[in-house]
């Protein structure tokens, strides 16, 4: 297990959203990002605590309608937990923040799990 101060972690995740081309940046609607320490029982479903590093609960914008407008915020929640778990270094830390902050944000624009394995973004 990493350990890290939870201002550097989130320093990691604001670092990550930075990443983030400004043309696509612009087209992130309506989303929340959030740092919890671990999920909780509803959020990990039937995932291990250690595999779930970060979550996105949402509609994701390839299924809004017109009907959408108005809707509370999509949420993308990175877990601080599981991640230290899961890394061996600070460094580590940082890439894969920066990895699961991307995978996450693909959820929003509707690329599944699949798709992103293809891509190498697993």
């Known amino acids: 297990m990493v350990e890290m101060s939870e201002q550097d972690f989130e320093d990691a995740v604001?670092?990550?959203?930075?990443l983030i081309p400004p043309e696509l940046a612009?087209?992130?609607d309506n989303v929340v990002v959030l740092i919890e320490d671990e999920p909780t029982a509803e959020q990990l479903?039937?995932?291990?605590?250690e595999d779930l590093l970060g979550l996105y609960e949402g509609t994701p914008l390839t299924e809004r309608d017109?009907?959408?407008a108005?809707?509370?915020?999509d949420r993308i929640t990175i877990f601080r937990g599981p991640t230290l778990r899961w890394c061996e270094s600070v460094d580590q830390v940082v890439d894969?923040?920066?990895v699961t902050v991307v995978h996450e944000i693909a959820h929003h624009f509707g690329i599944s799990d699949e798709r992103l394995h293809e891509l190498g973004w697993d």
């Open 96 to 98: 894969e923040v920066a």
């Open 14 to 18: 604001a670092d990550a959203l930075d």
């Open 66 to 68: 017109d009907g959408w």
């Open 45 to 49: 479903g039937d995932a291990e605590v």
């Open 70 to 73: 108005g809707s509370l915020p």
């Open 26 to 28: 612009a087209a992130i």
